[in-house]
């Protein structure tokens, strides 16, 4: 996929022009997604396996409908192992430059999250989430210290600011 990179080096309009071709192109792909009370309740960095375990069942669900197998072969990860998986797996550093599949996961997470903030942003008017994504930027801090807390701020990352 010409283009295709680490989705931290890509503008916001080359990921949105990537994300359809690489949905498109792969041959099965899941993303994860956990809400901010499992996040609190479990830490950042658990929440993260367990979004990598749910988009591997969703790329594995994938694979079968197509008749492909019932689960990926081998998983190339960005820097880390997953547990809990009986996946073979090759954890690569700096993986979302040197993989196009990693990189490819990483355009797919990110666009994907940037939707999620867009619809939060219309359904919280005022936290700027289309804009900040979610990170804590000062404007988002701001926000938060005028209008308090809503529904899907992590209590977690919050008890800092409010």
Known sequence: ILYLNDSK????KRREALFPEVKEKALAYGVGIIDEATIDEINILQADYEAMRVAISL???MLEEK????AP???LNDAV???GVDIPQISIIKGDAKSVSIAAASVLAKVTRDHL???YDEKYPGYGFAKHKGYGTAAHIQALKELGPCPIHRRSFIKKFV
């Open 9 to 12: 080096k890509l503008s916001e």
């Open 59 to 61: 790329a594995s669900k």
């Open 67 to 70: 008749g492909l197998g019932k």
């Open 73 to 75: 072969e081998l998983l």
């Open 81 to 83: 192992t997953i547990p």
């Open 117 to 119: 903030m867009q619809e």
